[in-house]
């Protein structure tokens, strides 16, 4: 019933030594993520390092990974900037470039004039103009603003708007959206730290960090809710909070690189200000990782 | 398992009107209470506007509750002071009185200095001279200071604390003081509206302001939720969040108040600095009440 | 023109090694202050521990310490409780005790309800009380919760209302106060390291915590400021700025406690939750301290 | 013996019906600020609407507006960006097109991975690639992420970076700077409410978004203040709060051009999600402007 569901690996972006992007890491990495279970990959998102990168880096991301990816796979390109302008111009490239939807994170330079109402003509005004459905972005922990239910609720209203991914990690905001909107309205959780208890309430899937490095066992969550097997849905999310928290909240996009490449991918190190792992932090990863997948 | 678990309620303290605790209007409601599936009451809790009552009066609360309620039903005493002599003297009084149990808020005017060994150290000397068993209580909407599950986790293995009570909402937290204690460490949910979704992770019950005016509805979803009727349970969790949110963060314990003076029981209204609510509140309230219980 | 002005020292309350007040410290202490140029004290303020005293303790300080001060020297009362009802009682027994004024903390734990309507509310209530005049205590540090530049002019205007102690260190909020009251009303710094700019911006003195060690810099910088000293006020000030930080926003009143051990006062531990330095943080205040006045 | 000092204004970038930049528009007003007494302009920072500008407009405006300027007002231009790369592209214009400084905010987006040690890395990566001197920007209200006194006083040892322009609107943190820095590093205050007590403790200049439509009284608190004339500096800014809080806090940019254009300079609307002032506010700032400049 929804356009939108299923878990997404949200990828990183990945730099050669000169700084640039690495595009033959890049198609070793799709390459493997398209031999998993997930629904799709964003593109271009906070992992992606959206903000350190420039434009035309952006719009050759979403047409290079649109083209290596089989056509099931489905590709959503995160395409919100501060300004209307650039993020609609990004929504028009996506769509050239066949991406599936855009995800749209909110605006937040000027919190102090970016009130709901603000908010609602924003999106109204991107939406509108969006050839692709808009997927919608909250992530108060990086911008410091977060979209109340309220606001979303009544977005979720407009034709173009299709879902949510909600990285707050306020379960009782996800309650409140899936309460105020149709069906059809895609919830996504924003990390595997609160997939689970999100599907309970009517999440439909997840847009995952750490769905590019265990993308199976990620799927698995939801596999085992929506089969009703909910003590080892309980037992798998629990095991995977360690090594969740350390690609996401304790050492981010570094650390979801780092992983990556203890795994067999190409991760690489991110751009500045962005640092990588130090050695020791590297060790305690790879123990972090090695007592997850045992 | 757990020496507690299931739904309770933390009771309002009813004034009369010359602002003293009105006892025949609370024997009224504990009368009523007592008819309920409740599993226990929670005394001079945030609800109960433990910082708002004199040490007396708090004394005399927890005793008189607990003559009055049938010993099957449990009593909680709310005991948590910002000094440790204080709090340690109302753990006597408690056990005195024939409470089941202490619940702790952890002090916060010097947040500052508050760090987690100083926590540590506070619990341990609290739990130590602690005749009944101590329930650690996390409410950061009001002490703005949060008590980090690795704090949790440790204070978890001390003999005499026996579980928490978590009002952060922060469902990840909760899945990590499940994840990092023992099974017989009892966790409640602090509010209806993150209730199922603790459950799943590992709650054992809730502690629940709603449970003072709809004790069935409450007691339903951890009831349905055990017989694995998850769409029933998570409808019904749904259908609460509204009056769920007049009687906590939008109303506080004034809205509770008004609430259950609109089903019988004596709310009353709150002592200074909180504020009865007006009129038109009170008919707003109504109709949210309606809505809920048709 | 003000009632009040000049700086103020807020106590600290020693207690013996049995925990209990040790009232001959105390009065070493104040035989102390009593020959500095200090304008008065604050008995039961943060730095007193207000919030780990019993109510009797506070009582037996105001008057204790109005018996032992001369007449010359100011007396004021921490009265702030969370409840109106524990503030007037405390304002009654300040007035019976002969102090000249209460400073009157605003409550802080039902932060969710408590706006300006229900502030204006309840200052309204405790001035119309109180028999003492009521001067105004901002300290969001330890509150959470400000008392905004609109809220304390509007509270300005009621005739037993007669300054405010600002501890936020918001400059701008103190230039608010100034220009939305009148002359009379007494502005203090609550802190020396915005004394400076709050004098020159319209503050009449300072509550201030380094004033209890170092009384003669304190009222050095007002003096130096009156007498348009200003290159040498600033330099003073710049140079207690280590020391303040040390025994405020650093390490506290433990941290106030250990100097004034350092000096020949009686200091002694503070209570729990309150936590004494360690030797190695001893050593580094007994560094910081000398090197502010060799 | 600064390299910079005295007040400038952070000009907004006026924007046609048709959404682009309106040159002709931005000469006018360059014109106006030209016989002011104004030090200089700082082009393309928050007030520019920077967040919202293509990188290529920032790069004509930096020329246009040294071009447009006599030389003895300086140019400083806003560089900051979330990536290293970008902010190195906008410093090496800026000084192709003649510009003094630039004025450099710190990388927000990632800030749970931004601590004190990424924080000094990107800066020194950054004044180091800088052909031009670099001047720190801490905005802590749009970026939720404040720079450090110890992180600022240990940048202030590199060679190339030469001040910063503190909007925290922190006294103490002012204050620790000037401390912690030597004489030849500039501190420029961020807001006129908060500029005279800057100057008290050691600032030197204010970049003042105020600048853009009362350039002369700005300049003249800073003139009073070096003449000692404190009283009547005093009374100026203080007469100054209002209108100051709706150019800033309060209606942000779009105020700032809604009075922009009151006084016969083209403010214009700012670009989405930034929304205009309606009529009502543009009646309230009108009036508060009358008051002001009466």
Known sequence: MQMFKGIYAPIPTPFGANGEIYWSGLKRNISWWSKSPLAGLVVAGTNGEAALLDEDEKIRLFSYT???LPA???VVAGTGCESARATTRLNREAAKSGCDAVLVLNPSYYKGNLNDTALFNYYSHIAEASPLPVILY?????????????LVCRLAELPN???IKDSSG???QI???VKGTEQSFSVFAGSTSFLLPALLMGAVGGTLALANILPEQCVRIQTLFTAGQLDEAKELQLNLLEINSAVTSRWGVAGLKAAMDLIGLFGGNPRLP???LTEAEKEELKTILSKTVQ
């Open 175 to 177: 309650e409140e959206i």
């Open 66 to 68: 649109r083209e290596q």
């Open 274 to 276: 962005l640092q990588p």
């Open 170 to 172: 306020n379960i009782v």
């Open 161 to 163: 708007i299709v879902g």
């Open 72 to 74: 099931a796979c489905k």
């Open 138 to 150: 909250n992530m108060p922990r990086n911008t410091a603003l977060n979209l109340s239910s309220t």
